[in-house]
Structures are given as C-alpha cells and as structure tokens.
C-alpha cells in the first residue's frame, strides 16, 4: 500500500514570494491534516479535512495562508506571500477513522527555506 | 488543551530495555493513548496506541495503570536504529488534544 506522498521535498523561495506544497493522501483515507513543524519541536496543525470540509483551521494563519481539498483526495496548502518565519517543515497526515483510534499515517514533508 | 508531559531526552545503550514515560493528568474517559516516533527528515510513524492495562505488539509495550494518568512506552532490546524522537498523544478521534504533539522525548541510544 502506498504512503502519504507529499510534493515537493524540498523548497527554497525568497520571502514575499508565493509557495505551494502538494498532499496525496493513502487511498480511502477520508480525513487529511496539514501540520507545520519547527526545527526541534513536535508538529503543529494547521488544518484539519473531513473529506472535502475544513473542520478545523483555527490555527491557520488566514492572511496568508490557504488550502484546498479538492473532490475529497489530494490537497494543496499554500502560503503567499511567504515570510522568513515560515521556513520550516510542513508534514502531510492521512486517517481513516475506526471509532475513536483515529491513527495518522505522514509523509516526509515539504521541508520550506526563505531566503 | 490537555497537555502531556515527557522527559526532554533519554539516553541508552544498545541491547537494553528502554522505558519512556508520559504523564497525562487530565486524561477523559473516552480518550486513547496513541505513541508515535519520528526520524530526522521523516514524518512522524505510528508505534502503538491503547486504552487500559498492557498492549504489545512486533516492536514495543505499553503499560497503562488503572488510572490511566500516566503511560510507560517499553521498547526492548535498543539498537542504534531506535535513536528517534518519541511522541505522546492522547485523545479521541477528532479531538484537538489527539492531534497535540508536544516536544517529544529525543531517544540517543549508544553504541
């Protein structure tokens, strides 16, 4: 079976640009997350779908930064403009929940400089 | 949010039993205890999750007490290959605090 493919590995912009990184999800796997993760530290969520919905993006800074789920399956987050503070890794999660175990699979991440 | 609470670094030899202990304090009923582990330049990989007493499977053990306050992730016989940093996670499905990584314990096991 194969993983969570993330796309690309790596990125290096100069700030103010425009940056996009894509997500293709296990097959059958209904709830996708986008969580960005700082040099020593655990991973932060951004965004959270149910399908095609954004059930939780609370902690998704709006200004700047965007997602899309199209049709259920592969999503896009992108950041525009992009600012130094956002060099980081974004990591990709996928589940299929089963009652309330809900076990997340990740790809490698998009691991993102600004120059 | 609930919060765990790890040691910030362990260290260990190769050949010996490993044990990482969580504290989760404000733990609901419903809640799971789910530890995953993370490689440099990788995402995060699920190890083990439970509920009560004691799971096991091909790669590691947890112990959980009737209290369910704290959780002991027991991984026997260390190699090199295990120098990780460990997360953990409790929560329900959905919830926002099963989602809530933390810092992790960074897991060094020497030669």
């Known amino acids: 079976e194969a993983g969570v493919v993330q796309s690309p590995r790596y990125k290096i912009i100069e700030k103010k640009q425009p940056v996009a990184f894509w997500c293709n999800p296990i097959?059958?796997?209904?709830?996708l997350y986008w969580y960005l993760q700082n040099l020593g530290q655990g991973p932060e969520l951004l965004i959270r779908y149910e399908n095609e919905e954004a059930v939780d993006d609370s902690q998704l800074p709006k200004d700047r930064f965007s997602a899309e789920r199209l049709k259920g399956v592969d999503s896009t987050l992108k950041i525009q403009p992009a600012e130094l503070g956002d060099s980081a890794v974004y990591l990709c999660a996928s589940s299929h929940r089963t009652g309330d175990k809900n076990i997340q699979y990740f790809g490698a991440g998009t691991r993102l400089s600004v120059l | 949010l609930a919060k765990t609470t790890q040691p910030i670094s362990m260290d260990s030899y190769e050949g010996q039993e490993v044990n990482i202990t969580c504290s989760h304090n404000n733990i609901a009923t419903n809640d799971y205890i789910t530890w995953y582990q993370q490689f440099p330049s990788q995402g995060p990989r699920f190890i083990i999750q439970g509920y009560k007493t004691k799971v096991t499977n091909e790669v590691a053990s947890l112990f959980i007490p009737a209290d369910r306050k704290s959780s002991t992730l027991s991984l026997p016989r260390v190699s090199l290959s295990d120098t990780a940093v460990y997360y953990c996670?409790?929560?329900?499905?959905?919830?926002?605090?099963?989602?809530?990584f933390g810092s992790g314990t960074q897991l060094t096991v020497l030669p």
């Open positions: 996670l409790v929560g329900i499905s959905g919830s926002a605090r099963q989602l809530t």
């Open positions: 097959s059958g796997h209904n709830t």
